[in-house]
């Protein structure tokens, strides 16, 4: 038995009162994620929707290449990994074959706005019945903290140490707000987890995406903006309120496109 069981039977011999219970999609395999990560949070409420709603046997989970490659290891249901930016090309696939279960992708910005541009595009233009879950933390976290994509104006990365240059960079792209005007997409919001009241509404956001797929009539869209702290070499308070200072500017939360 860990020391965190331990410690657990010890407060509820005391009388303490049990208020939380790890959903049982969730592995037991420890979170390998950097302390104050937003990912474990996404993890946690994907997987209580899945079970909140029954469909534990019927979720089909595509994870590709960079931080959410490892998602295999905590997600306790079917899950399937992809080449780098092609999970909604396999996620059609998995869908297509078997329409009858809920189909999803879970997707870094440097996977979903980079190489796997072209396939985000196309699926969400094309209305493939399931859901994309996109988690933007403006960088490349895994590989080294480069620039990405949705790498701010002026915001230094590993590749842009004198910060992000419009002239030579580019503009930011913010694939949420594009893909919400093609006519395939049905639901598209933009979220967050780094306070208690932002976790219930992405954890509605989550829920009405896999509930979407019922309906057949478009591909759901859902943008959960987080901090890299690792990566923006910051405290994860500092990276929070940094993230709100400057990443929600330039990607608002909220909805961007809601059923009809």
Known sequence: MSDIETYKKELLAQGAKKIFTKTKNLTDTPFSYCGGCGHGVVHRLIMEVVEELNITHDTIGIAPVGCTAIAYEFMNIDMQQAAHGRAPALATGIKRTMPDKYVFTYQGDGDLAAIGTGETIHACNRGENIAIFFVNNGIYGMTGGQMAPTTLPGMVSSTSPYGR???????????TELVAKLPGTYYVTRQSVHTPA????????IQTAFENQKLNKGLSFVEIVSNCNSGWKMTPVESNKWMEENMFRSYP???IKLPQ
């Open 198 to 205: 932002n976790v219930r509404k992405c954890k509605k956001a």
């Open 253 to 255: 939360l909220g909805d």
């Open 165 to 175: 240059n419009m002239d030579t960079h580019g503009y930011p792209l913010s694939l």
